[in-house]
């Protein structure tokens, strides 16, 4: 492990002010804690966690949930929760209490995770299979997010989340990276995988759910997600979203580079530079979750990569589909300082 601040000599610029203008809400409070290294005693962080935690707090349904559903990416229970771990509430607090009482009451005899039938969305518009596939009660997207949320806030160590995990476990492949209910149906019907299913950004949210407890971060599954996701730097993965999804993976002189990282639903992929940033700093912030750091030469490699990205004014410049300039950059910094020394705050909500 680097020296603790060497990371901020990688930089071209300071950007700090650049930043501090327009970043608002739970993002300043990242940038304050994380990249400023503010004291929790700091009187704008202070202010400023009280007023996050209240405006979380007063979105909480009568029923423990947020929007009235386990999973709804930035605005359902799992990632409130996760939020809320973030700044500072413990697992005894009520409403952390009320919130996780609720998931359980969403998971399957199985282990998976449910919030009804559920269609696919990814794709439906272009690809003729993905519009066909019957609806589904729980995938790992949900599943995954679900058991984050749940060993985070003190139920790492339940028989039930265990049994979550037996379940998202299910879903990796012999090459060691993870397929959906959807990806398998294809392969059954000899149809081939469509990229919204499988691949670096799937297997990379797989294993952040994985790095939630020790168990299962040290386990011999999330040591062959993690192989198949480093095995995949300098090849493009490129997937034809028409059958039979035949997977074309080219070397290129580059990091890591899966469309699914960064291309919206039912759009085309955005330019070249725009997926691989935005696949590297996921790869990279997936791995220091794991522990992995710059003894890997891939690693190392892929942070030097971020590092050309950045524009003389400080700010990476990537026209990422849904962040800006300074979310992307924020990121992207959280991502290189997580390799060099522990965050203090911030976690990542995957997917």
């Known amino acids: 492990m680097e020296k603790p601040q060497e990371w901020k000599y990688l930089l071209k610029a300071d950007l700090t002010d650049k930043l501090l203008e327009e970043l608002a809400h739970l993002e300043r409070y990242y940038l304050l804690r994380e990249i400023m290294e503010r004291l929790e005693d700091d009187d704008e962080v202070r202010s400023l966690r009280i007023a996050l935690v209240d405006e979380i707090l007063g979105k909480q349904m009568e029923d423990g949930s947020w929007n009235g559903q386990p999973y709804d990416y930035a605005n359902g229970t799992t990632h409130q929760l996760m939020k809320l771990v973030e700044l500072g509430l413990s697992p005894d607090d009520p409403p952390i209490k009320k919130g996780t009482d609720y998931l359980f009451l969403h998971q399957m005899e199985d282990g998976s995770f449910s919030q009804g039938e559920i269609r696919c969305v990814c794709g439906t518009d272009i690809d003729p299979v993905a519009r066909n596939f019957p609806p589904i009660n729980s995938n790992p997207i949900i599943t995954n997010a679900a058991l984050m949320a749940l060993a985070r806030t003190g139920h ?20 060691g990276s993870w397929s959906s209910p959807r990806a398998r149906l294809c392969r059954d019907k000899g149809e081939g995988y469509p990229y919204t299913y499988c691949g670096i950004h799937s297997t990379c949210n797989a294993l952040l759910g994985l790095s939630a407890t020790e168990k299962t971060r040290n386990s011999e599954v999330t040591r062959r997600g993690a192989e198949f996701i480093l095995n995949w730097y300098g090849y493009k993965r490129v997937l034809d979203v028409q059958p039979p999804y035949d997977d074309k993976s080219t070397p290129f002189n580059g990091a890591w580079f899966d469309p699914r990282c960064a291309t919206p639903a039912n759009q085309p992929p955005p330019p070249d530079i725009v997926i691989e940033a935005a696949s590297t700093y996921h790869v990279l912030s997936t791995l220091a979750t794991l522990g992995y750091g710059l003894e890997n030469e891939k690693i190392k490699d892929g942070v030097q990569r971020l590092i050309e990205w950045q524009s003389p004014n400080g700010l990476w410049m990537v026209d990422h589909p849904f962040l800006n300039h300074h979310h992307f950059t924020l990121h992207v910094l ?18």
């Open 334 to 351: 959280l991502a290189i300082k997580s390799l060099y020394q522990p965050l203090l705050v911030f976690s990542l909500h995957g997917h």
């Open 156 to 175: 790492g160590d339940d028989p039930r989340v265990a049994k979550g995990y037996e379940w998202l476990c299910s879903w990796q492949e012999e090459d």
